[in-house]
């Protein structure tokens, strides 16, 4: 369906206008008591993402190693030589807490990969229905701290996108109440780091954004009766000073815009480092991957990455 009541703008790519000409249909979830309900919802979801990243033959090879009973999709990009003291980029999938796993995860890792061509290493993480708060949590730092006994922190990267985010984030909170050694860098790219969906781009941006609605059904699910303002649930709501040099990005048409934003301004209050990338027009997510934007996007990413890991 095109979207006509916001067109797509002349200051960005063909690519990125042919991208916001289409909107993501509405998502119908179910009651909150009906997990087959559920489990239905999140395999449709996860085939039609694993189908949309790895639909063609792609330059990169995936292991799948078990980490504390967590599967994790070890990615390589062809031609990325092996070395001992590699970086590692430890990626959390995106897809609201909720989707994203399986399949899904193991071509989202492929593609992280891919843009920040580093070995990633993607966290198949459990989820609601049969998983909610704080078994994704769990499985995040335990893959971490498997990562720590084989890895200088200087050399171990976290990030993620939207609900990835949110997992990064909440993963550099625990690892200091763990006393755990922080990474050398924290990449959020769109993150989901404020569950109760307060900020003023979730009113201004609904129905703007193409790509994103509110998950406040599924932050509830998810949450499974947790406060969602406890900072492994919300982690703009924690402590942040101490956390690594930080990389954000969002878009001027992206739900989570506000969330961006105002991580960015609590970072840079708390004395971080602190990188802000708002890129014209874009939705939650980018322009699927494939515009100039996308690889501006990229290539800036990339380029904070070595800063933090000479």
């Known amino acids: 369906m095109t979207d006509d009541a916001y067109p797509a703008p002349p200051t960005v790519s063909p690519q990125a206008q042919k ?19 559920w489990i239905d919802l999140v395999n449709q979801s996860n085939e039609f993402i694993a189908q949309q990243f790895l639909g063609h033959e ?15 999709f070890v990615a390589r990009p062809d031609g990325l030589d092996e070395d001992p003291d590699e970086l590692v980029y430890l990626n959390l999938h995106g897809g609201g807490l909720l989707m994203g796993g399986g399949g899904a995860c193991r071509a989202m890792t492929a593609m992280a990969a891919l843009s920040s061509n580093q070995v990633t290493w993607g966290v198949d993480y459990r989820m ?11 499985d995040v730092i335990a893959v971490y701290r498997h990562l720590l006994g084989t890895r200088d922190p200087r050399r171990i990267i976290v990030g993620g996108g939207s609900a990835g985010g949110n997992l990064a984030a909440a993963l550099i909170l625990r690892a200091k109440d763990e006393g755990l050694p922080l990474p050398a860098a924290l990449i959020l790219n769109t993150p989901e780091i ?6 003023d781009t979730f009113t201004i941006l609904d129905g703007v954004d193409n790509v994103l609605s509110s998950l406040a059904v599924v932050n509830d699910l998810y949450a499974d009766g947790a406060d969602l303002t406890d900072p492994y649930l919300s982690p703009i709501f924690g402590d942040l000073s101490g956390f690594p040099p930080t990389f954000l990005q969002s878009g001027t048409r992206d739900l989570f815009l506000s969330n961006t934003v105002r991580m960015h301004r609590k970072l840079l209050a708390a004395g971080v480092e602190a990188e802000l990338h708002v890129f014209e027009a874009m939705p939650h997510g980018g322009f699927g991957g494939q515009s100039p934007e996308d690889e501006d996007h990229a290539a800036s990413q990339r380029a904070f990455i070595a800063k933090h890991t000479r």
């Open 194 to 199: 404020d569950l109760t969906e307060a900020g």
């Open 128 to 138: 609601p229905p049969v998983d909610p708060y704080p078994a994704a949590l769990d």
């Open 19 to 37: 991208w916001l000409e289409f909107r993501s249909p509405a998502t119908q979830y179910p009651d909150s008591s009906d997990t087959e309900a």
């Open 58 to 72: 792609l330059p990169v090879s995936i292991d799948t190693v078990m980490i504390d009973n967590v599967t994790v």
